[in-house]
């Protein structure tokens, strides 16, 4: 036997006990993104590399240091996606998507990026996300900030606070980085080895520097609201009546910065204290730059991407087990004619009973092992037909989860009695 072959440090198996928590989630997101208008968008998992390093940027630490950047065999620089935003946009200027109209898209996928492994940082990871389109007044911003609250309310989580900021226009934040890069050139000893590359490069970034050492540098720094055209502010204040009249509370944090040129005004985090250093779930704003920037006709838009397994981490934290949609019932069989029976009597319950979930056991075997696997299987009702029922027109109902008696039903009356029994009321 060879040695067997392990995962990618940094990219998960979700497992059939996972996964059923992972279902819950996606579901309730995609079904309020299209509660709210939003269609999905598919794009490829891998880009040419040239996309992301126009639309992320060389300075950032994605460009820099993190991407899955690889020549395929006609020798063309390619890259797995790390993150949605720059292949929507490419999607959009490619098929004309923009032109004169409103898109509102999500997307959903993995994400890939050579960070260091730790709880809540992988280097496959999934996101979900939305993006809006050719609209530019705050309205959407709050839009989208709402549809994000809803996912939480929708979900059962809580404790997630709103962060926000406005960065302005690119002009207004040239006087800003200028302000800035005095402020860090005078503490030149307070820097560490990335913040000092970024001083000329991208001094923005260096707000968003997760060194602990740095923070109450950070901290003491000069903050952009100064430097704000009336314009920009005027839509930040609109936008915060907005949140204010939905009853969203946010707390305005000066640090919260995207070290782009093409981000614009509205940022927003929300974050969690239960999940350590990585407590950002998700993560948005107005990019009204981009779509130019990558060729297509100006296109104001904006946005926001939730990491899965963090809100997982979140989730699991939670104990509510009406989640895992267990089995309903599964099917014993014992003997030949009782197994031929129960293969077709199993097809006609699911024809009946659309919702019920039913595991039909296959294999064969005694009795007594077929009921230890039903048992184990987490059914509610295990189904039991031997020969004795069979011969009698009758089948067996013994609850698995209490210590409730085994009933005997006709087999006749079995779809009305099991559609009383096992389904949730109003689902007939
Ligand atoms: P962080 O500051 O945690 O590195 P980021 O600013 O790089 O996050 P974004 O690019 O804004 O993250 O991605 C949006 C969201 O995707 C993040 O808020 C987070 O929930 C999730 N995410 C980002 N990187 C990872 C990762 N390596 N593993 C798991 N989730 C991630
Ligand atoms: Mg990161």
Redesign the pocket.
């Known amino acids: 036997m060879g040695k067997s072959i392990q995962a990618i440090r940094g990219m998960h198996d979700i497992l059939p006990e996972q996964s059923a928590l992972w279902l819950f989630l996606e579901s309730r997101v995609m079904d309020v993104l299209n509660r709210y208008g939003y269609r999905e968008i598919r794009t490829p998992i891998a880009e040419m590399t040239e996309l992301f390093r126009r639309s992320i940027g060389d300075v950032t630490?994605?460009v820099e240091k993190e991407m899955y950047t690889f020549d395929d065999r006609n020798g063309e620089s390619l890259t797995l996606r790390p993150?949605g935003t720059a292949g929507c946009v490419r999607a959009g200027i490619q098929h004309g998507l923009f032109h004169n109209q409103v898109q509102r898209l999500w997307y959903r996928g993995q994400?890939f990026?050579h960070?260091r492994p730790q709880k809540?940082?992988?280097?496959q990871?999934f996101?979900m996300g939305a993006e809006a389109f050719g609209l530019e007044g705050p309205d959407i911003d709050l839009e989208i900030i709402a549809i994000t609250r809803r996912f939480w309310t929708e979900l059962g989580i809580d404790g997630l606070e709103l962060q926000l900021n406005t960065l302005g226009t690119a002009d207004e934040r040239e006087a800003y980085r200028r302000q800035l890069v005095d402020y860090f050139a005078a503490h030149p000893d307070q820097l560490d080895e990335d913040s000092r590359r970024r001083l000329q490069s991208n001094p923005l970034r260096i707000l968003?520097s997760?060194n602990p050492q740095m923070r109450e540098l950070i901290e003491a720094a000069p903050t952009l609201m100064a430097h704000l055209g009336a314009e920009s502010g005027a839509h930040f204040e609109q936008l915060c009546a907005g949140l204010d009249a939905l009853g969203i509370p946010y707390r305005i944090n000066p640090r919260l910065v995207r070290g782009l040129d093409y981000y614009a005004r509205t940022v927003f985090?929300w974050v969690s204290d239960r999940l350590g250093a990585?407590g950002?779930?998700?993560?948005g704003g107005r990019y009204d730059g981009l779509v130019e920037q990558l060729g297509g006709r100006a296109t104001p838009a904006v946005g926001f991407?939730?990491?899965i397994?963090?809100l997982i981490l979140l989730l699991e934290q939670i104990d509510d087990a009406t989640r895992l949609a267990p089995l309903d019932a599964y099917l014993v069989t014992v003997g030949e004619a009782a197994a031929t029976v129960g293969a077709r009597l199993a097809e006609e319950l699911r024809d009946a009973l659309p919702q019920f979930s039913l595991l039909r056991h296959c294999g064969g075997g005694s009795f007594k092992s077929q009921f230890k696997r039903a048992d184990r299987s987490g059914a509610r009702f295990a189904l039991i037909l031997g020969e004795d029922e069979l011969a009698r027109g009758v089948i067996g109902l013994k609850p698995l989860r209490d210590d409730a008696d085994q009933q005997e039903v006709a087999l006749e009356g079995l779809v009305a009695h099991l559609q009383r029994v096992l389904l949730p009321t109003g689902a007939e």
Do not use: L, N
């Not at 809540?120 to 280097?123: E, F, Q, T, V």
């Not at 950002?280 to 993560?283: I, K, S």
């Open positions: 630490d994605i993150e994400m990026r960070e809540g940082r992988y280097r990871f996101q968003d997760k985090e990585q950002t779930v998700c993560a991407a939730m990491g397994e963090r």
